[in-house]
């Protein structure tokens, strides 16, 4: 009995020690430390107490008294403490804090790196079945040289994208859209995904639907269009109004989660390894087409962009250019229902088009340029992705927009330098198109903006002469120039200039030759000439005003505090994140190494030194805090070595 009280007794006493341990290491380390950490540290130090005090201890314990043994106590928790915060360091500098996941995190991990890994294997059995294998392992191999050779290819990788699933059939739609990267024969090939996939059966399909109740009065089961996130039926309201219903693939969400999983990575892989895709900001590019796609996927977002888009289009009726009506009570994330518009798809509607005389079908090419410009400079709202798939033509030459399950988004800010780009290039002025693209990209400080005004100049002479209609090779160009001089393009510019590059071939359908590059000129000019009508410049006044009205004053305060000696200039030493990674990596440096030769001036004192205190009947205190100093310097010093030796 009176030993089971004991151990009741030792139990609580240990637990105050090592939580006393820990709250004490805590303290004097002076940084936040993890709990676990911590107690861990304190059961370091509660284990290695007894041991030391004993080391300490005289040969004759009952002449100690009770000062003697209260400070070797004090002594023994000290050096204990002092080696758990040892181990601390140690152990924080092998494995800093959150570099392990915990047992939850860690058996998600698992479990996602088994899906992952399955993923990995299906993607190679499909290419290996479309005939890609060869382009998956060995040294690199020259492409087709035939353009019929060129086409099989192309069908190859189109087939096996599209079994590849809804991620890879919208990387295949992005590559489609590349004609300065991709030849001929892959654009054509990969334009098929835009508008054609495999249909989900009715019975996957009629689940989804069932919850919209007696809103809908039928549905025909087979589709109109299947895409690789959702597929669209036609259908009819209780009232008798003709509707569409698109609806989400089945399980889509989960497959996509998994394959970005699988192209963040590897966009990372990417960006750390290669300079190219540094320089083209693979990880963001990749990042903003997984926030695109994911956008896609949640249908209440493609209704709010209908409503948004509804409201800039009735702003400007006279562009012919509409978009269905979203019913939002009977919408959902994984249903829209949509008024069903007049019309047959711009890919199919050549019988149409040919109704029309070429006066009319080139004022609806322009009014559907005139809506894109509206969309990018005036609303900050625009449809990113103009295919022929994505555009309805009706009988008289109006046209519908579809699928604006993603759209663009400007700033008012990038909105006002898109315009000046695009009014530099309209006059041929190199400054002011090297000013606007500035500040459009995301720009280092090594930019030579003189070299780059130079570029400009000779993209203007080439492609915004007049006559030129190199629109997507003028497109291509100014990308390229952006690569060049280390200039990044943010996710929103770049849907800007994919946009326009897709529309050109849209415009070539709805009136062949139509000069995309004169037309937006044109339109450039008008749009310059209407910011000095009477009733915009009154409004440029009225904002400025308030301005104006505060300039008088504050130059009045800068003159008084410049003449009674109180003008003050403040400059904010390694304000840039760049300058303060230099500067405190010089100093992590010179922390190392000051520490690595205290630490062996330390060893070879100890070393030299003596035993000292006994740890046990052979070893003695000194060397072995000796020969551990002694290796944390070696290690301190190395490490030093190699940040200086290695090259960047």
């Known amino acids: 009995m009176t030993k089971a009280f004991s151990v009741l007794l030792f139990i609580p006493f240990l637990a105050v020690t090592v939580l006393a341990f820990a709250a004490v290491i805590r303290r004097l380390l002076g940084v936040r430390v993890g709990p676990g950490r911590t107690l861990l540290a304190g059961v370091l130090a509660t284990l290695v107490t007894s041991p030391i005090l004993a080391a300490l201890a005289p040969p004759d314990p009952g002449s100690v008294t009770a000062l003697e043994?209260?400070?070797?106590?004090?002594?023994?928790?000290?050096?204990?403490?002092?080696?758990?915060?040892?181990?601390?360091?140690?152990?924080?500098?092998?494995?800093?804090?959150?570099?392990?996941?915990?047992?939850?995190?860690?058996?998600r991990g698992l479990r996602r790196r088994v899906e992952r890994t399955r993923r990995y294997s299906t993607i190679v059995r499909i290419a290996l079945r479309h005939g890609l294998g060869r382009f998956l392992r060995g040294p690199a191999r020259p492409g087709p040289t035939s353009?019929?050779?060129?086409?099989?290819?192309?069908?190859?990788?189109?087939?096996?994208?599209?079994?590849?699933?809804?991620t890879f059939v919208k990387v295949g739609q992005l590559l489609s859209t590349r004609r300065d990267l991709l030849p001929a024969e892959f654009v054509e090939e990969l334009t098929a995904l835009q508008d054609r996939a495999a249909p989900v059966p009715w019975a996957e399909i009629a689940p989804a639907l069932a919850g919209l109740g007696a809103g809908l009065a039928?549905?025909?089961?087979?589709?109109?269009?299947?895409?690789?996130?959702a597929q669209v039926h036609a259908a009819r309201l209780a009232?008798?109004?003709?509707?569409?219903?698109?609806?989400?693939?089945?399980?889509?969400?989960?497959?996509?989660?998994?394959?970005?999983?699988?192209?963040?990575?590897?966009?990372?892989?990417?960006?750390?390894?290669?300079?190219?895709?540094?320089?083209?900001?693979?990880?963001?590019?990749?990042?903003?087409?997984?926030?695109?796609?994911?956008?896609?996927?949640?249908?209440?977002?493609?209704?709010?962009?209908?409503?948004?888009?509804?409201?800039?289009?009735?702003?400007?009726?006279?562009?012919?250019?509409?978009?269905?009506?979203?019913?939002?009570?009977?919408?959902?994330?994984?249903?829209?229902?949509?008024?069903?518009?007049?019309?047959?798809?711009?890919?199919?509607?050549?019988?149409?088009?040919?109704?029309?005389?070429?006066?009319?079908?080139?004022?609806?090419?322009?009014?559907?340029?005139?809506?894109?410009?509206?969309?990018?400079?005036?609303?900050?709202?625009?449809?990113?992705?103009l295919h022929p798939g994505n555009l309805l033509v009706a009988a008289d030459g109006s046209l519908g927009m579809l699928d604006l399950g993603s759209v663009g988004r400007l700033d008012a800010v990038t909105r006002a330098a898109v315009g000046r780009l695009l009014a530099a290039v309209g006059r041929g002025d190199a400054v002011g198109a090297s000013d606007a693209l500035l500040d459009l990209a995301d720009r280092n400080e090594d930019v030579d903006e003189r070299d780059l005004q130079r570029a400009l100049g000779m993209l203007l002479v080439r492609y915004a002469a007049p006559g030129s209609s190199a629109g997507v090779a003028a497109v291509s160009a100014l990308l390229r120039t952006f690569t060049a001089y280390g200039l990044g393009v943010p996710a929103p510019v770049a849907a800007v200039f994919r946009a326009f590059a897709t529309l050109e071939g849209t415009l070539g359908l709805l009136r062949p030759g139509f000069d995309l590059i004169a037309q937006a000129r044109e339109s450039g000019s008008r749009r310059i000439l209407g910011t000095f009508a009477p009733r915009a410049v009154e409004e440029e006044l009225v904002a400025l005003l308030p301005m104006l009205r505060g300039l008088p004053r504050r130059l009045d305060r800068l003159g008084d505090a410049a003449e009674n000696g109180r003008l003050r200039l403040n400059v904010r030493l390694f304000s840039d994140d760049q300058d303060r990674r230099v500067v405190t990596g010089l100093v992590h440096q010179a922390l190392l190494t000051v520490i690595g030769a205290a630490a062996g001036v330390m060893a070879t004192l100890l070393l030299g030194s003596g035993d000292g205190p006994r740890v046990t009947a052979s070893v003695g205190l000194f060397p072995v805090l000796g020969y551990g100093l002694l290796v944390v310097s070696v290690v301190l010093v190395l490490r030093v070595l190699a940040i200086i030796l290695r090259r960047d």
């Open 218 to 229: 039928e549905v025909d089961e087979q589709p109109l269009a299947a895409a690789s996130v």
């Open 147 to 166: 353009a019929a050779a060129r086409r099989k290819l192309a069908r190859s990788l189109r087939e096996a994208l599209d079994e590849g699933g809804v």
């Open 69 to 107: 043994g209260t400070l070797l106590v004090l002594a023994a928790a000290s050096i204990a403490a002092l080696l758990a915060m040892t181990a601390l360091v140690v152990l924080e500098v092998l494995l800093p804090a959150g570099s392990l996941p915990g047992p939850v995190e860690t058996w």
């Open 239 to 385: 009232d008798g109004t003709p509707v569409v219903v698109k609806v989400r693939r089945p399980g889509v969400a989960a497959v996509v989660e998994r394959d970005l999983d699988i192209l963040l990575r590897l966009a990372g892989v990417l960006e750390a390894r290669t300079s190219w895709g540094r320089s083209l900001g693979v990880r963001r590019l990749a990042l903003g087409f997984a926030d695109a796609l994911r956008e896609e996927l949640d249908f209440t977002v493609e209704r709010d962009n209908l409503q948004t888009m509804a409201a800039a289009l009735a702003t400007s009726p006279g562009r012919g250019v509409e978009v269905p009506f979203a019913y939002a009570e009977l919408s959902s994330e994984r249903v829209l229902v949509m008024r069903r518009l007049p019309g047959t798809p711009l890919g199919a509607a050549g019988t149409v088009l040919d109704g029309l005389d070429d006066e009319r079908r080139h004022r609806i090419a322009a009014g559907l340029l005139d809506s894109l410009l509206d969309q990018v400079l005036v609303h900050g709202i625009f449809h990113a992705d």
